[in-house]
C-alpha cells in the first residue's frame, strides 16, 4: 500500500495556515512529501542512510536527520509521521510456549486415563490373588477329594504348592500309597480277578500296576482253561485287544480257539452218533474196561497219544500193565460233548476235537485239571 501526503503551501496571508507573512510573501513553495509504506517491512540493506533533504547521515529508521526535521517542524510547523516500526515476519513455527501448553493440556487429558489403567490393573491383581486364585485351590481341592487317588493329590500339590490344604494333601498321599503297599501284599496271595481290576481303576498310576496286570492276565487264563471252550478262548483274545493286560497267553488261546470253533457244517445225525461214540470210550479209558476198548478201538490204531501206529491188542495190553504197575489213582477223563468240533477228512473219516477234564479220585485226593482236548479220528464204518 502506498500513502500520498501533500503538503501544498500557497502564498496567503490566511491566518489559519498560521504561517508567517515574511516567510509567505518572499517565495511560493510547493513541498511534496511520499511516505510509502510497504506491505512487508525493510530489511537493513534496504534502507538508506542520508537523509534526501542534505545527504547527511540519519539514523536508521528515520526519515530525515535531526536537523532537517527539527528545521520542518518549526519553520512549517509540519509533524512528520513517526518512523515506521520494524515488524518482523510472522513466523510459521509455532512458539515455545504454546508447544509447552499443548502439551500441558495434552497431559492433563491423558492423566485420567492413565489413573483408570492403572486402577484396573490393580483390581484385576486384587481379584487374581485374593478371588480367583482361591476359588481355583478350593475347587482343585474339591476334586482331588472326589477322586481320592494318587493322581488327584499329585496334581493338588504340583498346582498349589502354597494352598491351604497342601499338608492334608500330603497326608492323603502318603495314606494312599501305604494303603496301595498293603493291596498289593494282599492280591499276590488272591485268585479274584475282580480285586486286581479295582485296585488297578484306584491307583492307575501306581508302580504296581504292571504286576497286577501279568497277574490278571495269568487269573483271566486259567478262568478261560476251566471253561474251555471256543466262547471263553474268544472273550479273552477280546479282552486282550481292548488292553486289558498285555496277552502272555495269546498264542495258545488263538490255536485253541480254532481247534473248538466249528466252522464245518454240523449235521446233527453224524453230530449225535460222534458224542455216543466218544463217551463210551472216554468211560471205557477211564476205567480201563478192556472188553468196553475193545469195542470203540480200531483194529489198527494209527495214534494214541505220542504211540502208533500200532494194533488194538497191543495197545490195550500196555495199557493194562501200565495201570497195574502205577500207585496213583486212576485218571477220570470227562467230556464235554456240547463242546466237541468235528470235521470229515478227504478219506471221508471224521476228526473230532474233544475238551475233556482229567480228575484223579483216591484216598483223600480230588484233583482235576482242565483244558485238556481229545484229538480223535473216527472211521464212520
Given at each position: 500500500m502506498i500513502i500520498y501526503v501533500m503538503w501544498l503551501l500557497?502564498?496567503?496571508?490566511?491566518?489559519?495556515?498560521?504561517?508567517?507573512?515574511?516567510?509567505?510573501?518572499?517565495?511560493?513553495?510547493?513541498?511534496?512529501?511520499?511516505?510509502?509504506?510497504?506491505?512487508?517491512p525493510k530489511t537493513d540493506h534496504m534502507m538508506s542512510y542520508h537523509c534526501p533533504l542534505c545527504g547527511k547521515e540519519k539514523k536508521g529508521e528515520a526519515l530525515f536527520c535531526e536537523a532537517c526535521t527539527k528545521k520542518l517542524r518549526t519553520e512549517y510547523e509540519l509533524e512528520l509521521p513517526q518512523p515506521l516500526l520494524h515488524q518482523p515476519l510472522p513466523s510459521t513455527e509455532e512458539p515455545a510456549d504454546v508447544t509447552r501448553t499443548s502439551?500441558?493440556?495434552?497431559g492433563r487429558r491423558l492423566l485420567p486415563v492413565a489413573i483408570t489403567i492403572l486402577l484396573l490393573l490393580l483390581l484385576f491383581f486384587l481379584y487374581n490373588e485374593l478371588i480367583r486364585k482361591g476359588n481355583l485351590e478350593r475347587s482343585g481341592w474339591d476334586a482331588a477329594v472326589k477322586s481320592n487317588s494318587v493322581p488327584g493329590y499329585l496334581h493338588y500339590i504340583e498346582s498349589h504348592p502354597e494352598g491351604v490344604h497342601f499338608a492334608d494333601a500330603q497326608a492323603a498321599l502318603m495314606r494312599l500309597k501305604a494303603e496301595e503297599a498293603n493291596q498289593w501284599e494282599v492280591l499276590k496271595q488272591s485268585d479274584r480277578v475282580t480285586e486286581l481290576r479295582d485296585f488297578?481303576?484306584?491307583?492307575?498310576?501306581?508302580?504296581?500296576?504292571?504286576?497286577?496286570r501279568r497277574r490278571l492276565d495269568s487269573l483271566t487264563w486259567m478262568g478261560t482253561l476251566r471253561s474251555n471252550t471256543a466262547a471263553s478262548y474268544s472273550e479273552y483274545l477280546m479282552m486282550v485287544e481292548s488292553g486289558d493286560f498285555n496277552g502272555d497267553y495269546l498264542a495258545e488261546a488263538e490255536s485253541r480257539y480254532r481247534m473248538l470253533f466249528q466252522s464245518y457244517p454240523v449235521d446233527q445225525r453224524t453230530l449225535d452218533s460222534i458224542r455216543i461214540v466218544v463217551n463210551g470210550f472216554c468211560s471205557a479209558?477211564?476205567?480201563?474196561?478192556?472188553?468196553?476198548?475193545?469195542?470203540?478201538?480200531?483194529?489198527?490204531?494209527?495214534?494214541?497219544?505220542?504211540?502208533?501206529?500200532?494194533?488194538?491188542?497191543?495197545?490195550?495190553?500196555?495199557?493194562?500193565?501200565?495201570?497195574?504197575?502205577?500207585?496213583?489213582?486212576a485218571i477220570i477223563y470227562t467230556p464235554d460233548l456240547e463242546g466237541i468240533q468235528y470235521e470229515k477228512t478227504m478219506e471221508d473219516n471224521y476228526r473230532v476235537n474233544l475238551p475233556i477234564v482229567k480228575s484223579?479220585?483216591?484216598?483223600?485226593?480230588?484233583?482235576q485239571l482242565p483244558g485238556y482236548i481229545f484229538h480223535l479220528e473216527l472211521n464212520p464204518h
Open positions: 500557497f502564498l496567503s496571508r490566511s491566518p489559519h495556515l498560521r504561517i508567517p507573512d515574511t516567510k509567505c510573501t518572499k517565495y511560493f513553495q510547493n513541498i511534496f512529501i511520499f511516505v510509502r509504506k510497504e506491505s512487508r502439551s500441558r493440556k495434552t488297578l481303576l484306584q491307583f492307575p498310576e501306581s508302580h504296581y500296576v504292571p504286576l497286577v479209558l477211564s476205567s480201563l474196561d478192556h472188553s468196553a476198548l475193545e469195542q470203540w478201538l480200531a483194529p489198527r490204531v494209527e495214534r494214541y497219544f505220542f504211540k502208533g501206529p500200532l494194533a488194538r491188542e497191543r495197545l490195550l495190553g500196555d495199557l493194562l500193565v501200565a495201570a497195574a504197575q502205577s500207585d496213583e489213582p484223579r479220585n483216591g484216598a483223600g485226593i480230588r484233583d
